[in-house]
Nanobody
Framework: QVQLVESGGGLVQAGGSLRLSCAAS????????MGWFRQAPGKEREFVAS????????YYLDSVKGRFTISADNAKKTVCLQMNSLKPEDTAVYCC?????????????WGQGTQVTVSS
């Protein structure tokens, strides 16, 4: 079993930055690839980024490349998503997950999510 708790969401103006954190626990969380998904009201859930604990390989949704950076700290058991140059269309609930695959990422465990709101 893997437990994930997100923090760091909030309200920010367009062009601003936010840093999301995900604290992971459980005996097997390092066996999984970590990622972030988001879901906006009335829209389908959307993959955002993923990272491998062991290789550090990352993968991003095209629309966030160059603006978002995913990182993993093994010692702190934390995965972060640094979001810069935020746009109103980035507004969504962001969920951290543990799953399989860096490129074709599928989630197995996920957290409750944290709200990110970007005002224009």
């Amino acid at each position: 079993q893997v437990q994930l708790v997100e923090s760091g969401g909030g309200l920010v103006q367009a062009g601003g930055s936010l840093r999301l954190s995900c604290a992971a626990s459980g005996r097997t969380f390092r066996n999984y690839v970590m990622g972030w998904f988001r879901q906006a009201p009335g829209k389908e859930r959307e993959f955002v980024a993923s990272i491998s604990w062991s290789t550090g390989e990352t993968y991003y949704l095209d629309s966030v490349k160059g603006r978002f950076t995913i990182s993993a700290d093994n010692a702190k058991k934390t995965v972060c998503l640094q979001m810069n140059s935020l746009k109103p269309e980035d507004t969504a609930v962001y969920c951290c997950d543990a799953g399989h695959g860096v490129v074709a990422h599928s989630r197995v465990y996920w957290g409750q999510g944290t709200q990110v709101t970007v005002s224009s």
